[in-house]
């Protein structure tokens, strides 16, 4: 059996789930993460490469002889890091899991998936794009606009780019933010309005090829800050998969009306896509529509789903690197996984860091995944994100899940941690 040497970009929950979940497969010879953190340090090679620096990083694949990128990272396949090797001489034959630079511009502009989803009849909110130069008119629009209204930047923000105001001047505040005062950079010189949802959100996840596709398991997350889905928006404090309510009806009505749909869209439009599409969905009275596209697995969702995933992870990526999705039979676990996610004081805004971690050691029956740490000189793992650690566990039932990622999430201390100990809660009511 031949053996492969892999490079995972980035350095959150997601790359160590996946470094986890990789290191597993025989198939591995060496494995490698850019730039990584603790966690990805005990089962890879760290790189401390900039995810979005192609030059170094294609001379680091030569060297390495690396055979697979799997990126993680939203803003490397943005940026474009499939266009470049494919077009670099010594990297061109590299299998790259994810989309080139045209398909990513699905989670890289908002206002082109909206584009996207009404050219190719996909249902979700209605809406209006503006530009910076056009503040007056979207002043002006809000206030024929019904209340609630979501406004989102129409760029990268890092999930904290999309507002639900709920009063005029809340919305006024927040169109002048983000056009006028570039709250989130270059990514809200436009905005796009929305239409106000009234649902229950879920994630799904196609896993395509260019020609095939699978389904991934289900998941929901909860992006707020507080209890009881309060406070700011986060990258994610949560999530649980599957989705109890995501049942066969509503699932098909998810690949008839959206999957398939998109898929002949990025045909029609000659993007060979092949990787990872995360689909946001809202459910409104069991009828789905898409909130929002990314182009990559997504956090802390894969934290939720890849333990519950038996099937090859390498193989699973060559089967899609090599348009063979369809020789694979995807083995999913029935149990339940929940994920919580442990946050710096301060975060989702200005949060402290290099605080000592303790309490790993304690931990057993559930994963441990680093996102925002990293090692001092001492060789003690430290703070140094807002997100620090999700924890996962996995149970026949979703009470059960969620009571051993609470204890296990009780254990691990730092000065100020905090986690959300309300998450799946509401989905009791639709548990059997």
């Not at 999309?162 to 950079?185: N, P, R, S």
């Not at 309005?193 to 389904?215: P, Q, R």
């Amino acid at each position: 059996m031949d053996t492969i040497n892999i490079l995972i970009i980035g350095s959150g929950g997601r790359e160590h789930a996946l470094a986890w979940k990789m290191s597993q497969s025989k198939r591995v010879s060496q494995l490698f993460a850019c730039p990584g953190n603790a966690g990805t340090a005990k089962l890879c090679k760290n790189v401390a490469i900039p995810p979005t620096d192609f030059e170094a990083l294609a001379a680091f694949c030569i060297d390495n002889n690396i055979q697979m990128i799997v990126v993680g990272s939203e803003e490397t396949l943005v940026k474009g890091i499939k266009d470049f090797f494919a077009a670099h001489p010594l990297t061109y034959h590299l299998a790259v899991i994810g989309p080139d630079q045209q398909g990513a511009q699905l989670e890289g502009s908002k206002d082109f998936a909206k584009n996207f989803m009404v050219k190719y009849q996909i249902p979700t909110a209605g809406y209006k794009s503006f530009h910076k130069s056009a503040l007056p008119q979207a002043l002006q629009y809000i206030q024929t606009h019904p209340l609630p209204i979501v406004i989102k930047a129409d760029g990268l923000a890092a999930g904290k780019g999309v507002v639900i105001a709920q009063t005029y001047q809340e919305a006024q505040k927040t169109l002048q933010e983000m056009l006028e005062e570039a709250k989130f950079g270059e990514a809200s010189d436009t905005v796009v309005i929305e239409e106000f949802l009234e649902g229950i959100e879920m994630s799904a996840f196609v896993l395509c090829d260019g020609k095939n596709y699978l389904m991934l398991p289900t998941a929901k997350d909860y992006k707020r800050i507080g209890e009881g889905d309060t406070g700011l928006n986060t990258g994610g404090m949560g999530a649980v998969s599957p989705v109890p309510f995501a049942d066969a009806l509503l699932m098909q009505k998810v690949e008839e009306r959206i999957v398939k749909p998109t898929l002949q869209g990025l045909a029609t439009e000659k993007i060979d896509y092949r990787g990872f599409i995360f689909i946001g969905l809202m459910c409104v009275a069991g009828e789905p529509y898409v909130i929002e596209y990314n182009v990559r697995l997504g956090d802390p969702e894969t934290e939720a789903i890849l333990p519950r995933i038996h099937t090859d992870w390498v193989t699973l990526m060559e089967a899609v690197a090599q348009q063979k999705l369809d020789t694979i039979q995807l083995e999913v676990s029935d149990d339940y996984a929940a994920t919580l996610f442990l946050v710096s004081g301060g975060y989702p805004e200005a949060f402290e860091r290099h605080k000592k971690i303790e309490g790993l050691d304690q931990i057993q029956e559930t994963f441990v995944f680093h996102a925002g740490t990293t090692q001092d000189s001492a060789g003690q793992i430290i703070t140094q994100g807002g997100r620090v650690i999700a924890i996962t566990a996995l149970a026949p039932t979703l009470q059960q899940a969620l009571q051993q990622a609470n204890h296990s999430a009780s254990l691990i201390n730092f000065e100020k941690k905090y986690f959300r100990k309300d998450i799946g809660y509401d989905l009791f009511p639709f548990l059997k």
